[in-house]
């Protein structure tokens, strides 16, 4: 990935599917983006604090804050109070009944339970994803194994997307008035540069609204199906009309392609009660104030094309999470480290 270029200061990261720019990346120059990762994370990174980033985790509620024994003591539950000791292992921590001294593991009923590498491997993976950053560079960066990575980046986007899916007003398009463009990839995108083997891909429906730059996407994973069988065309299309109504505001302008599988003219059509002005990609000629949307095309879909080529690189497993950790950074940019902490408490708490 590189930076595109800079609005406000907000770095708009492109997908180039090759992630020149971090797979040379020194940890020194990783730690130090976003301000909050470098002023409150960083330090907690240098050699002899590793227990206090565990404290830390502990304080802002990413590990449990109390525990009572479970442990059963003739045929009786303990139900001692259990503190935090110091331990010579992996977390320096673990809990200890004041009744039984029975130990326990400090991960557990966390979000971490099942993730296998050090705490502060695990706050730079998180800020990893945060950044957009692929699995093979942090692999490298952190020489650590890509399953971990791998098992971080799987809590990261389970979080988001419960957020997302509870929140999706706040991921909401278009409105009176405002063009929304709506291409299902990679049909809608064959006079763009696409990965030559995305014709056999898994469907994405991409979702555009014109409004302020940089642009504001939906995109969502469709199933597959056989272009020939009607059956499963149909079924396709009444998925993607479902997500238009659900992710564009009623009113917007809606605008698509006359002839295509999904999504269609014929097929928007349906939705005019929501969306009285519905427009083709050629009859934008016939409208003077348009014209210029059609010159921009290219622009416009740009950074949803570089996400929905790079996606082919994923297993079909690894592509929703790819597409939900572009809808958190769409949304949260600079600040979506600190966003993805403060879900990843709130959902564990
Ligand atoms: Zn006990």
Redesign the pocket.
């Known amino acids: 990935m590189k930076v595109l270029r800079k609005i406000n200061s907000v770095p708009i990261y492109e997908f180039d599917g090759k992630n020149e720019v971090y797979s040379r990346i020194t940890l020194e120059d990783f730690d130090s983006e976003p301000v909050y990762f470098k002023s409150v994370i960083k330090p907690m990174l240098a050699i002899g604090h590793e227990g206090e980033l565990i404290v830390w985790l502990k304080n802002i509620g990413l590990l449990q804050h109390s525990q009572r ?1 479970n ?1 059963i003591i003739d045929n009786v539950p ?1 139900q ?1 109070v259990m503190s935090w000791v110091p331990a010579k292992i992996i977390d320096q921590y673990q809990w200890k ?1 004041k ?2 001294l ?1 130990k326990r593991n400090i991960r557990e009923k966390s979000v971490f339970q099942d993730v296998r590498c050090k705490f502060k491997d695990i706050i730079r993976l998180l800020a990893g994803w945060s950044k957009g950053i692929d699995v093979e560079s942090l692999t490298k960066l952190l020489c650590i194994k890509k399953q971990a990575v791998n098992s971080v980046f799987n809590v990261a986007a389970t979080v988001a997307d419960k957020y997302i899916k509870s929140h999706l007003l706040r991921w909401k398009l278009g409105g009176p008035g405002i063009v929304v463009l709506i291409e299902t990839y990679p049909e809608g995108f064959k006079d763009y540069e696409i990965q030559e083997n995305a014709q056999n891909s898994t469907p994405i429906l991409c979702i555009a609204e014109v409004k302020e730059v940089p642009t504001r996407y939906w995109l969502h994973l469709l199933e597959r199906f056989n272009p020939n069988i009607t059956e499963q065309v149909q079924q396709v299309n009444t998925t993607a009309l479902q997500v238009v109504q659900e992710m564009v505001l009623p009113g917007s302008i809606l605008v698509t392609n006359f002839e295509s599988t999904i999504c269609s003219y014929e097929a928007l059509l349906s939705l005019k009660h929501l969306y009285p002005v519905i427009i083709t990609k050629n009859g934008l000629q016939r409208h003077d104030h348009f014209n210029q949307l059609l010159n921009n095309l290219e622009t416009i879909w740009a950074t949803a094309i570089n996400v929905c080529n790079e996606a082919q690189y994923l297993s079909h497993l690894h592509v929703q999470n790819f597409i939900t950790n572009f809808l958190w950074r769409q949304k949260f940019e600079l600040e979506s480290f600190e966003n993805l902490l403060h879900q990843m408490c709130y959902n564990f708490l």
Do not use: I, L, W
């Open positions: 024994c442990n303990c001692g009944c009744n039984c029975k």
